[in-house]
């Protein structure tokens, strides 16, 4: 048997809307959880990328004149990837990668 509650509504109701609530509140940390991951491997990929651009370009002091090669590799990850990989977001990630460098290895360290 049913027994309303203060509001009129029976226990039983109350029941499956505290689950409703449950299961929506899980899908909403979930949603936050695989926007941040999301998020994370963006940063990842993009410093790993400016890392590599230097790295081929011969390191950080010859990188400024290794536009030779960002160009040649633009074509490529353009008509691979599209426009995300042109130019001047792979100098962006160049230069995040100069600017971030020393954050990271201090950043493995502590981990």
């Known amino acids: 048997m049913l027994y309303p509650n203060k509001g009129g509504h ?12 449950h299961l929506i509140k899980k899908n909403e940390i979930g949603k936050r959880a695989r926007k941040i991951a999301e998020n994370n491997d963006l940063v990842t ?9 230097i790295e081929a370009q011969g390191g950080e002091r010859r990188a400024k ?3 030779e090669l960002i160009k040649k590799w633009l074509i490529k990850l353009t008509e691979l990837y599209g ?3 042109d130019a001047t977001n792979l100098r962006k990630f160049r230069q995040f990668y100069l600017c971030f460098q020393k954050c990271a290895t201090v950043w493995r360290k502590l981990n």
């Open 45 to 53: 990929t993009y410093w790993n990328i400016g890392r590599l651009i």
């Open 10 to 21: 029976s226990m039983n109701e109350e029941k499956y809307y505290e689950e409703i609530k």
């Open 65 to 67: 004149y290794g536009n």
């Open 83 to 85: 426009k995300g990989y």
